[in-house]
């Protein structure tokens, strides 16, 4: 919720000349705003931090010690921080401030100061990703800090392409983004565009990863995801070298990466750490579950009540003998499961793990049968909805897993109208929507949509990585892997 | 005025495939059966023959006016009213294409699978996704269209398994030429209706990046090709598979042999071909009401979305009349139709062009 803001506006005397009286005003005498005068070799020095966001430690050995120290002027020679800035406005120093430098102002000389990084970190040690969990991948996540992220990235990428762009965005709190990308590999057109949208980013104050989403997104009226959201260094430098680009939020442990295609959703850092077969058998499971999970609770409402000769004999019967009992019609037998399990599915996310098994055991299995010798639900669709749910937790993507739900219902209530009419056309209505999406101007269905057999090699099956092509025609390296096999050739003997 | 987007010869392959395989794939065996008897399938790929010739003469129509459309064209070659009253014929007969296939659309679907549902319900849900469909570019038709082809496949996939039927008999095909060879000429007119969507063409070379080289033909060859083989192989298999008898007393020949199939797991395969064949007609309709929206907003100067949400009130309207009314009406007026309008007409715009020597005007004709 949004307290009541204070809409008056600051006075901002004498804007462009550097004054402490105006820095201090402008952070409204805040307490833990704190300077110090030293005098040392004739002058006087005064020193400008504010109190939380300093280092103790650093600012007294580094920069007030070797100052009072100080035998000649030449200030820059003499001070241990490794990064000096000269402050020319009161903004630019009030901004330093803000990110935790210490402001060194020779008294006198009023216009010219020095900014001095100081800032204390009391960042998270990097640990294992959550979410995102692989077998055989890198262990490591994403952390809050901005840099820590950057450096996470930079070791699994090493590349002199690498290239960082760092934006400030957010009006009345500012948040640091970085927009990161291998020069080279990735298409400028790209990088662009994703720069022009951050630039027109106007919010008040950046939350999180979702407000620059919602800002830059091709589409906003889509069930479908187009930035995808990683928690994962590997996956992260994986995406940069296949020519996309990521953008890291100070604070925030979630990184960006952009343009995202329907099935980037769908591939995980396993599936290129286990050899190709296993890898290709995942990506098949994983799209088999999602379109599983997307149509099997339509397609059971449209068999039960619309086309039950369409079934088999022996199958007919089974399924009446538990429906028989069930005073409902199939959808709204279908809609009271799902429904209690998208309850179970929110009330066990920010359960401990300890009670969530319980939880689960008694929400599910107790639950669950209850209902079906209740006779509310019966055991058909009780097998639907949970294959249905077993399907969408397939799925990698926490995001790509919800547009099913979106979708899902809409499909069931179709095919409780028109039966197996009504699956096609929403499917239709589907298919129709997902050709027409573009991710920052690519096509979002892409191997689909614009066939592409090229673009196949890493979509439904993951061909062996020396058949796979570089993504950007100006890379150096395009098809040079090929020749990673050639030693095969050298070593094949000859049959006689 | 010129088209700003470009396709390419492939794009062309999917845009006409879509366009021409459609609504009349389910009653064909049993047409051609009624004109041939079981020398339906020659007919076809006479047919499929002679399309190709009049696809050959509407490209050497539309390539001396690059990057126009019919609509634009018409105006050049026969001067602006007489220009604008063919448009105007065109989109009308468009529509009436439109408006055919949404008959046959609802009645095939009410009699196959809702046999319950008020027909205008399907009519109007078949609107709705007309409105959704073709409200849009031509780059998003043929992303559509190219990955709906996948289910062109699957139809043909379904059909195999018909062959573990043991009432296949090749015999009902022979003796080859039984029925005379005139009469299998006379019965090409009748197929012809089953290749409409070709004179979509008009429209669609326009978009096509090279238009005078030969290459920008390929694609439409391949489709024109493609579609003949796929018909043809329709009216075998249901020559094949039903006796003389029953193909003349079943309408829909390949659905009442799906029907008789029974796999393990599904006991009505038609079930599954009608699903995908209900997304191929929508391309059909999607198509052509691409091509009479963009007469439509040439002709009145309206936005593109406007002429969509217009023909496609115009469609809903006129059809349900004619469903009540009487439902083979269209498709009689629609066999001379299509030979009106997909043969005859660009043949004589070709002769005035090649006789008068029509150009593009000079602003654009250079490049």
Redesign the interface.
Known sequence: MRLKRNKSKKSLINQENLSIENIKSQLNHTSDLKDREIHSNNQIYIILYINSLVDQEKLESKIIKPLIKMENNNILNELYSQEISTAKSNKIAINGLLDGYCLLIKKGRNSEGFLLKTNASTDREVSEAIIEKTILGAKVGFVESLDKNIFLLRTVTKSPDFTVKNYTLGSSTTTNVSLIYLDHVTDPEIIKKVEQRIKSITLDSIRSAGDIQDCIEDHTVTPFPQLLLTERPDRASANLKDGRVALIIDGSPTVIILPATFMTFFQTPDDYITRWWLGSFFRFIRLFSYIIALILPALYIAFVSFHYEAIPLELVYSLQSSLSYVPFRPFIELMIMQLSLELLREASIRLPPSVATTFGIVGGLVVGTAMVEAGIVSYGGLIVVALTSVSSFVQPNLEMSSSIRILGFPLMLLAAIFGFLGIVVGVLFVLIHLSRLTSFGLPYFSPFVPLNMEDFKDTIIRVPSWMMYKHSKNSPHYKQEKRSRKWKLDESEEPY | MRVKSRISS??LF?LLVQTMIGVGLLSLPHQTHDAAGSDGWISILISGFFIQLIVLLIWLLCRNFPNLTLFDFSKVILGETSGTILNFLYIIYLLTVICYIFIIYVDT?KRW??PE?PAWI?FL?AFV?LI??SI?NIK?L???F?????FILFLFFITFLVYGDPYIDVRYLFPIGSSGGWNILKSTSDSMISFIGFETLLIYFAFIKQSKTISALKGVFLAVLFVTIFLTYIVILSTVMLSPEEIKTTSEPVLYILSAMEI?????LD?IF??FW??IV?TTIISYTFSASMGISKLIHIKHKFAVILSGTFVLIVSIIFYYMDITLLEKWLKHLCLIFGIIIPILLLLITIIFKREAASTYGKN
Do not use: E, K, Q
């Open positions: 492939v794009n999917f679907l699978i809702l549902t399907l849900i996704l959704y469909g849009c998003n043929v992303s559509l190219s990955l709906l082809f996948i393990r797991i599904l006991s009505r079930l009608l699903s209900g997304l929508f």
